[in-house]
């Protein structure tokens, strides 16, 4: 932040904001577009896209992180890793899912047996 | 002994071993404090690992177990959405969430998070009333986020879509446990209504010294019950009573009585369109309603005939000189005993073939747009939601965590306001200003997950 003090970052932060409420407007024109894409997976990998666009300009310029120095990525990178690292970790379950569906569990999903409180 | 100036332009690594200290105020008194004395030689020198305040790196740090925290719910999130069955995810419409609200919400936080640099960028140039007016303006937004957030929730609660113990209103499939459930839910309507009829009435009593009236037998009444249009022409109690005998009352005879298992199915699926029709198929419901509703006109045709023919033989009974021998004739008077109890019992199921043929042909002329009965009287039935207990859960999980996060945030701005915003504030700005924008990324994500996926 101290190498810029002077300098009036002001239209820049407000043109940030416009392209943040654009690509708003963008990812629920997407996610209500009918026949836009043949696939609903090809509309949320569209979605998060946006997403991460915005939440790349929020880092860039609202969190400064155009302007820090390395260390930025010290922080960030190995946290980064982390949290996908984790995601990915997840996906076998939601393969494995489907697998385990029977009767008792949809007839009874969140009654208290289901969790075998109050037994 | 330190300007300040030099030292934000050099990295603490050109210094060596000696002194460095950030552009962060507080940090430089409290180095001052430590060797003050000594100047440039000092050996106890302060030498911060990464070049920046220990205020932001504290911030960032949290940031780094933050973003760990969410990743993790999202992930799970991701996990549950897509691990259901194709297609069985609830939509939007079905759990009352308006996309457009979230939308908006994105952008009044998105919009705080401009407001917040503004702040921070008034502060550095120490004009304190506008960063002071560019905070208050951040604070009023992250409450108006909270108020949207809390309209949405209150809608969700009216409609029973939350979870709750020992069991929600939510059932994943229309059968005899989800059908026992409305019966139920309809008995303790009924008991809470006559309490209160009875409150009123003993009150009515005591006020007037008057007898009590005696108390409306609800079978009889129920059966009795021929009502032109329920909705507009009844009394509240008519109506409950009307409404538990051709749905629930109605479905539990007939799926006791008829064998066929599709035949069943379909009888249970019309009782869940009755309650909460937007989580059904409207084109199955369709034909549901229609086949139904041609073996109740053929009922009620055979059984209209039955009573003109119960009715003939009775009238057939009577002599038409009621001092002949015949009209004394005991086994005469027995076998019109007789028949007049089966009249009786015809016109009993007629009254109820009649009745569910009424509600039938209210909900078939209403087609699609029927409103159920939950949305109309706010009854709190069971509705039959497919995963609509995962998706409450898991959407109450996410935006309250982040709610909670907003309210976090909002108090620390608050917290910031009592002070003078020039610049030995401008890092507190920019630390929880970081955090504020981390808040507003997380949304970032969960609206297109939550709302558009």
Same mark, same amino acid.
Request: aromatic share 10%; proline share 4%; net charge negative.
């Given at each position: 932040?101290?190498?810029?003090?002077?300098?009036?970052?002001?239209?820049?932060? !407000?043109?940030?904001?416009?392209?943040?409420?654009?690509?708003?407007?963008?990812?629920?024109?997407?996610?209500? &577009?009918?026949?836009?894409?043949?696939?609903?997976?090809?509309?949320?990998?569209?979605?998060?896209?946006?997403?991460?666009?915005?939440?790349?300009?929020?880092?860039?310029? %609202?969190?400064? %992180?155009?302007?820090?120095?390395?260390?930025?990525?010290?922080?960030?990178?190995?946290?980064?890793?982390?949290?996908?690292?984790?995601?990915?970790?997840?996906?076998?379950?939601?393969?494995?899912?489907?697998?385990?569906?029977?009767?008792?569990?949809? /007839? $009874?999903?969140?009654?208290?047996?289901?969790?075998?409180?109050?037994? | 002994?330190?300007?300040?100036?030099?030292?934000?332009?050099?990295?603490?690594?050109?210094?060596? &071993?000696?002194?460095?200290?950030?552009?962060?105020?507080?940090?430089?008194?409290?180095?001052?404090?430590?060797?003050?004395?000594?100047?440039?030689? =000092?050996?106890?020198?302060?030498?911060?690992?990464?070049?920046?305040?220990?205020?932001?790196?504290?911030?960032?740090?949290?940031?780094?177990?933050?973003?760990?925290?969410?990743?993790?719910?999202?992930?799970?999130?991701?996990?549950?959405?897509?691990?259901?069955?194709?297609?069985?995810?609830?939509?939007?419409?079905?759990?009352?969430?308006?996309?457009?609200?979230?939308?908006?919400?994105?952008?009044?936080?998105?919009?705080? =998070?401009?407001?917040?640099?503004?702040?921070?960028?008034?502060?550095?140039?120490?004009? @304190?009333?506008?960063?002071?007016?560019?905070?208050?303006? @951040?604070?009023?937004?992250? !409450?108006?986020?909270?108020?949207?957030?809390?309209?949405?929730?209150?809608?969700?609660?009216?409609?029973?879509?939350?979870?709750?113990?020992?069991?929600?209103?939510?059932?994943?499939?229309?059968?005899?446990?989800?059908?026992?459930?409305?019966?139920?839910?309809?008995?303790?309507?009924?008991?809470?209504?006559?309490?209160?009829?009875?409150?009123?009435?003993?009150?009515?009593?005591?006020?007037?010294?008057?007898?009590?009236?005696?108390?409306?037998?609800?079978?009889?009444?129920?059966?009795?019950?021929?009502?032109?249009?329920?909705?507009?022409?009844?009394?509240?109690?008519?109506?409950?009573? !009307?409404?538990?005998?051709?749905?629930?009352?109605?479905?539990?005879?007939?799926?006791?009585?008829?064998? /066929?298992?599709?035949?069943?199915?379909?009888?249970?699926?019309?009782?869940? %369109?009755?309650?909460?029709?937007?989580?059904?198929?409207?084109? $199955?419901?369709?034909?549901?309603?229609?086949?139904?509703?041609?073996?109740?006109?053929?009922?009620?045709?055979?059984?209209? &005939?039955?009573?003109?023919?119960?009715?003939?033989?009775?009238?057939?009974?009577? #002599?038409?000189?009621?001092?002949?021998?015949?009209?004394?004739?005991?086994?005469?008077?027995?076998?019109?005993?007789?028949?007049? /109890?089966?009249?009786?019992?015809?016109?009993?199921?007629?009254?109820?073939?009649?009745?569910? =043929?009424?509600?039938?042909?209210?909900?078939?002329?209403?087609?699609?747009?029927?409103?159920?009965?939950?949305?109309?009287?706010?009854?709190?039935? #069971?509705?039959?939601?497919?995963?609509?207990?995962?998706?409450?859960?898991?959407? %109450?999980?996410? @935006?309250?965590?982040?709610?909670?996060?907003?309210?976090?945030?909002?108090?620390?701005?608050?917290?910031?306001? @009592?002070?003078?915003?020039?610049?030995?504030?401008?890092?507190?700005?920019?630390?929880?200003?970081?955090?504020?924008?981390?808040?507003?990324?997380?949304?970032? !994500?969960?609206? #297109?997950?939550?709302?558009?996926?």
């Amino acid at each position: 932040m101290s190498d810029h003090e002077h300098v009036n970052r002001v239209p820049l932060f !407000f043109g940030v904001f416009v392209v943040l409420v654009g690509l708003t407007l963008a990812s629920f024109w997407v996610g209500n &577009a009918e026949g836009l894409f043949a696939l609903p997976q090809t509309k949320w990998q569209v979605m998060i896209g946006i997403s991460a666009a915005k939440a790349a300009l929020v880092v860039l310029f %609202f969190m400064h %992180f155009w302007w820090e120095r390395s260390w930025k990525y010290l922080l960030t990178i190995p946290t980064m890793l982390m949290a996908i690292v984790l995601v990915v970790a997840l996906i076998p379950d939601i393969m494995h899912r489907r697998e385990t569906y029977n009767e008792t569990r949809l /007839n $009874h999903a969140a009654s208290e047996d289901a969790y075998g409180a109050g037994k | 002994m330190t300007s300040k100036a030099n030292h934000d332009r050099t990295s603490p690594l050109e210094h060596g &071993a000696s002194h460095t200290t950030n552009g962060d105020p507080t940090l430089d008194r409290g180095a001052n404090h430590d060797h003050s004395d000594q100047g440039h030689g =000092s050996v106890l020198s302060y030498h911060p690992g990464l070049p920046i305040s220990r205020g932001k790196l504290a911030l960032w740090l949290i940031l780094s177990t933050e973003i760990m925290f969410f990743a993790a719910l999202v992930g799970s999130y991701i996990v549950l959405r897509f691990g259901v069955p194709e297609g069985t995810w609830p939509t939007p419409e079905v759990v009352h969430l308006l996309e457009w609200v979230g939308a908006v919400n994105t952008c009044v936080l998105l919009l705080s =998070s401009v407001t917040v640099v503004f702040a921070f960028e008034a502060a550095k140039q120490n004009r @304190t009333q506008s960063a002071r007016k560019w905070l208050g303006l @951040t604070v009023l937004l992250g !409450f108006g986020f909270l108020g949207i957030k809390a309209w949405e929730y209150s809608g969700k609660i009216a409609h029973g879509i939350y979870p709750q113990r020992p069991r929600s209103l939510m059932y994943e499939r229309a059968d005899l446990n989800y059908l026992s459930a409305v019966k139920q839910r309809f008995a303790e309507l009924v008991s809470s209504q006559d309490k209160a009829t009875s409150a009123t009435q003993e009150s009515k009593v005591a006020r007037l010294g008057t007898a009590t009236m005696p108390a409306a037998d609800h079978q009889n009444t129920a059966m009795g019950v021929n009502l032109v249009n329920f909705d507009d022409h009844a009394s509240d109690s008519d109506r409950l009573l !009307f409404l538990r005998e051709a749905t629930v009352g109605w479905t539990e005879r007939r799926v006791g009585r008829v064998r /066929n298992p599709f035949v069943q199915q379909e009888m249970l699926d019309v009782l869940a %369109f009755m309650i909460y029709p937007a989580a059904a198929q409207w084109s $199955h419901i369709e034909g549901c309603l229609k086949r139904e509703s041609q073996r109740v006109q053929q009922e009620l045709e055979e059984m209209t &005939a039955q009573k003109v023919e119960l009715q003939g033989k009775i009238s057939a009974l009577v #002599p038409s000189d009621p001092t002949s021998e015949a009209a004394t004739d005991p086994a005469k008077a027995a076998e019109k005993t007789v028949l007049e /109890n089966e009249l009786g019992a015809v016109d009993l199921q007629l009254g109820q073939w009649k009745n569910r =043929s009424q509600l039938l042909s209210e909900v078939q002329s209403s087609g699609s747009a029927w409103v159920g009965l939950n949305d109309r009287y706010h009854w709190g039935l #069971p509705m039959v939601l497919p995963n609509g207990n995962t998706w409450a859960s898991t959407y %109450f999980l996410l @935006t309250g965590l982040h709610a909670i996060h907003v309210l976090a945030g909002l108090i620390a701005f608050l917290l910031l306001l @009592t002070r003078t915003l020039g610049p030995a504030a401008a890092p507190w700005i920019e630390n929880l200003a970081l955090y504020w924008h981390f808040v507003d990324i997380v949304w970032i !994500f969960l609206f #297109p997950l939550l709302y558009l996926f």
